[in-house]
């Protein structure tokens, strides 16, 4: 029709050296033009939405369990015991809360043995302290008691060896 604006377009055909030459009313282009424009958005907007519903499904789960076990470690550091990890999983990260727990189950074991070495070492101390003390102070009352007989002067060096040694013990 008379007045109507019209598009043209030119399109090579590869492969060959032909050319292809396309005549559209303006209306039907910009028409077209819109649609792409549309689609275009659409299927970014729906990429968009993907990729959030993404970093809630995989992303989110993993911080969260990377905030238990720093909050699990962080509680043990502090003195609390019987905890769990919090993590369930199948992945690296369960056999990372598993390994923790382990670790810790270890470790206060190691901990509870190591008390009782400890409580027994100072009851065995106290005992042997007070098994020695005992017969020292008997050495050292009848080593007095010979010094302040003796006349010889070589006993007299013998008893105030035992006694200085005794006194030593003690």
């Known amino acids: 029709a008379e007045g109507e604006l ?20 303006a209306s039907y282009m910009q028409s077209y033009s819109q649609t792409i424009q549309r689609t275009t958005l659409l299927a970014a907007l729906f990429i968009a939405v993907l990729a959030v519903g993404c970093v ?3 992303i989110f789960p993993v911080t969260r369990d990377i905030r238990r076990l720093s ?10 015991h019987d905890l769990s990890t919090g993590v369930k999983r199948q992945d690296e ?13 270890t470790l206060t074991e190691m901990l509870a043995r190591s008390e009782a070495a400890t409580k027994a070492k100072s009851e065995f101390l106290a005992r ?22 003796s006349r010889d002067a070589k006993q007299s060096r ?5 006694d200085n040694a005794a006194i030593s013990l003690l």
């Open 6 to 25: 019209k598009t043209v377009g030119f399109y090579h055909i590869p492969q060959t050296s032909l050319y292809s030459v396309v005549i559209a009313d």
């Open 56 to 58: 809630c499904f995989f």
């Open 71 to 80: 909050r699990f470690a962080t509680d043990i550091t502090r003195g609390k």
């Open 93 to 105: 990260l369960g056999d990372l809360a598993e390994s923790l727990s382990k670790m810790v189950d």
């Open 128 to 149: 042997m302290s007070h098994e020695i003390r005992t017969p020292m102070n008997g050495i050292i009352g009848i080593t007095y008691l010979a010094m302040q007989d």
């Open 158 to 162: 013998y008893l105030q060896r035992i």
